[in-house]
T-cell receptor, first 110, second 112 residues
């Protein structure tokens, strides 16, 4: 079983559209994250949730809205997509010793 | 503040060459240090870690020693393989509840 799964793996869309990326973890962890990785592989934290509550909200445009219906899920909704939103988005959950990452969602905004 | 600086890539080596990827850190308090690896098309996964000064983390032939005096955690491997081609991230965490702070990543390409 995949520990942290995110869907879709690829997402190609037009500027101005609204899209969502889903993330689920089956590890029983309380804390989950969203990271953005740019084309140079730089990894930037976007959000952190602990047991459905927002803990970290870095300087991310408010077009990005995370939603956590329960502690096993942390979805990312993006409104009015822009060209600069093109990147790979990673979901992660936090264990006692390390982070567990999903395999990423490659978002391409045309 | 807390930060991680690692050497710029890309690093290109021949198979069986010696690898060093430098990583230095700045931290308030006593951080735990990590190396994560990202293989092509995958998410990051923990490669090794060290939680206190002079600890050596090791895994899959890779090693890194926590050097408090030089605030460093350099990654080394004596003989790299093509399958080691990946992006390597150095990271730190201050306190058991702190968040991971990643370096910018170093891409390694190993040629046969």
């Amino acid at each position: 079983d995949t520990a942290v799964s995110q869907t879709p793996k690829y997402l190609v869309t037009q500027m101005g559209n609204d899209k969502s990326i889903k993330c689920e973890q089956n590890l029983g962890h309380d804390t989950m994250y969203w990271y953005k990785q740019d084309s140079k592989k730089f990894l930037k934290i976007m959000f952190s949730y602990n047991n459905k509550e927002l803990i970290i909200n870095e300087t991310v445009p408010n077009r990005f809205s995370p939603k956590s219906p329960d502690k096993a899920h942390l979805n990312l909704h993006i409104n009015s997509l822009e060209l600069g939103d093109s990147a790979v988005y990673f979901c992660a959950s936090r264990g006692a010793e390390k982070l567990f990452f999903g395999s990423g969602t490659q978002l391409s905004v045309l | 503040g807390n930060s991680v600086t690692q050497m710029e890539g890309p690093v290109t080596l021949s198979e069986e060459a010696f690898l060093t990827i430098n990583c230095t850190y700045t931290a308030t308090g006593y951080p735990s240090l990590f190396w994560y690896v990202q293989y092509p098309g995958e998410g990051l996964q923990l490669l090794l870690k060290a939680t206190k000064a002079d600890d050596k983390g090791s895994n899959k032939g890779f090693e890194a020693t926590y050097r408090k005096e030089t605030t460093s955690f350099h990654l080394e491997k004596g003989s790299v393989q093509v399958s080691d081609s990946a992006v390597y991230f150095c990271a730190l965490r201050v306190g058991s509840q702190g968040n991971l702070i990643f370096g910018k990543g170093t891409k390694l390409s190993v040629k046969p």
